[in-house]
Nanobody, 123 residues
Framework: QVQLQESGGGSVQGGGSLKLSCVAS????????MGWFRQAPGKEREGIAV???????DYADSVKGRFTISKDNADNVLYLQMNSLKAEDTATYYC?????????????????WGQGTTVTVSS
């Protein structure tokens, strides 16, 4: 499994922006589909953005048009640009890799996870 380390979380006012990064220990092109997930207190982990090896992307309806997933294959970094943040975006954000089949937005479809970075959006 690949080691993943997220960073970039913090506190921001509603309407603001943050950019999360996830550094992988190996070649991310070998990890298949990768994604960003989030988990708010008392809620299940939800998939919000995924990117495949060919660069194709998919987003949860809740973040579509506001969040953008991208990757830097040379530096093995996965990014999540988050704009127009809302209070309901408050959560711990995780990156995931080593997709093993199934829905790409399902947490059960991934074998490798980072430790998470916390995002707090005040209204």
């Amino acid at each position: 499994q690949v080691q993943l380390q997220e960073s970039g979380g913090g506190s921001v006012q509603g309407g603001g922006s943050l950019k999360l990064s996830c550094v992988a220990s190996g070649n991310i092109n070998r990890r298949g589909c990768m994604g960003w997930f989030r988990q708010a207190p008392g809620k299940e982990r939800e998939g919000i953005a995924v990117i495949d090896v060919d660069g194709s992307t998919d987003y949860a309806d809740s973040v579509k048009g506001r969040f953008t997933i991208s990757k830097d294959n040379a530096d093995n970094v996965l990014y999540l640009q988050m704009n127009s943040l809302k209070a309901e975006d408050t959560a711990t954000y995780y990156c995931a890799a080593d997709w093993r089949g199934g829905s790409t937005l399902a947490a059960t479809s991934y074998n490798s996870w980072g430790q998470g970075t916390t995002v707090t959006v005040s209204s």
